[in-house]
């Protein structure tokens, strides 16, 4: 009492002098304020603040409560933990989705998804906005059915592995701002455990891929390929473009006195040729205007480019080791001297055998994991999910300029660890 009596004192003994600054006793009433009387005021007040702060309160820990966005049986993930694989996906294509704009009148985002899903023509029921944020969560999905498929078959990190998900931890947050990290919402620590989760699960599905290889037979695989259809060309040749591209973007036939040259020049490269001189030396580096070509190629179904269908067949029959006329090709644009390398090479056809048995053993994996995934519950929060707009989520906190600020200074750091 004698300290609030103090305090009333010394707040009259500052404001003495001041008009209306302090109640007069009358105003105030017979013991009123700090020193006793009536604290009915005092307490509603005191009842309205606290009212307002657990409000407050409340409202601030449902705000900062992690928002789970999908169950995988009784797995949470919150929004927090997809931060991470939005911004992996939006700072991938944030560098280029100004040049997208200018190019194709839109946002990469708002442009048709041509991923799973999409007709692979520009035309899709949905944007790139949806269909990748399908993928991410798809993804995210399959991360955690195969970590705990890997913890429950006894799959383990090696010490090595550990360390290379936390450098792959610190490489992810360099660059950052405190603040940006706080946007975010990242740590060492959460991205760390992201990165041994992945690993964890890329570890078991090596090991469940290398079990499914054994069920496909590349005999069935290969079986509608035709060996003939793949015959691939090898060659070395000199070429001349006899067209150019207009300011507007639209191709030209060079003017007569240049295409008059073109024939001089590439017809000096077959006379030197058939004299014998070492083919791969037969024209200026300093000449624009002839492109030379050590390792080109083509295969039998797919045609070339360079020469029309008359003048290909003159050099699908020529020998290893023979140099063709000068092929002065008006219709395909082009003049053209060629050396045949090997006219029956098997490359494209054992690639095309590669590539065809890999699908098929990528389509048993993908069958086994979409039966995999009905033994799960997956419970998506559509109320939170629908929200997100990929695009918008991180591009706002770490803006296409910050990401080539970032990729400056790494490229910078490496050439100066090399010097």
């Known amino acids: 009492m004698n300290s609030a009596k103090k305090i009333v004192s010394g707040q009259e003994k500052e404001t003495k002098g001041v008009p209306v600054s302090v109640p007069s006793k009358k105003q105030m009433g017979s013991g009123s304020g700090f020193g006793g009387g009536n604290k009915k005021p005092i307490v509603l007040g005191a009842l309205c603040v606290l009212i307002v702060l657990i409000l407050c309160i409340g ?20 929004m927090s933990d997809m931060m991470y694989p939005i911004y992996e996906v939006e700072s991938q294509y944030a560098p280029y989705n100004e040049m997208y704009m200018s190019a194709m009148g839109t946002s990469f985002w708002n442009s048709a998804y041509q991923g799973s899903g999409g007709t692979g023509e520009g035309v899709s029921e949905v944007t790139n906005a949806i269909g990748i944020k399908q993928e991410i969560i798809s993804r995210e999905v399959q991360y955690e059915i195969l970590s705990k498929l890997a913890s429950k078959n006894k799959f383990t990190l090696t010490e090595d592995e550990k360390k290379e998900a936390e450098k792959n931890a610190e490489k992810a947050l360099k660059g950052l701002s405190w603040f940006q990290k706080f946007q975010l919402d990242f740590s060492k620590k959460r991205l760390t455990s992201l990165f041994e ?34 015959r691939q060309y090898d060659l070395q040749f000199y070429y001349a473009s006899v067209s150019e591209t207009d300011d507007e973007g639209k191709s030209k036939p060079v003017a007569d006195d240049k295409k008059k040259s073109l024939k001089a020049k590439i017809e000096e490269i077959a006379k030197k040729a058939k004299n014998g001189d070492d083919f791969t030396k037969l024209s200026d580096d300093k000449d624009k205007d002839l492109t030379f070509e050590k390792d080109g190629n083509f295969v039998e179904k797919d045609g070339w480019e360079y020469l029309s269908d008359a003048n290909l067949k003159k050099v699908k029959k020529m020998k290893n080791g023979q140099v063709s006329q000068a092929f002065l090709d008006e219709s395909s644009g082009y003049y053209v001297v060629v050396k045949m390398i090997n006219n029956n090479s098997e490359e494209a056809y054992k690639t095309a055998c590669d590539d065809a048995e890999k699908t098929k053993q990528e389509e048993a994996f993908a069958n086994w994991y979409t039966e995999e995934e009905t033994k799960h519950k997956i419970d998506i929060n559509t109320d939170i999910w629908t929200e997100v707009a990929l695009g918008t989520v991180t591009t706002d906190i770490v803006t296409a300029e910050d990401l080539n600020d970032m990729n400056e200074d790494s490229s910078d750091a490496a050439s100066g660890s090399n010097e």
Do not use: W
């Not at 570890?203 to 891929?209: I, P």
């Open 197 to 230: 989760k992945r690993a964890l699960a890329d570890k078991y599905r090596e090991s469940k891929q290398e079990e499914l290889n054994k069920t496909v037979k590349r005999e069935d695989a290969i079986k509608d390929l035709k060996k003939a259809d793949y």
């Open 59 to 78: 409202v601030g820990v449902q705000q900062f409560r992690p928002k789970n966005v999908v169950t995988v049986d009784k797995e949470k993930i919150s």
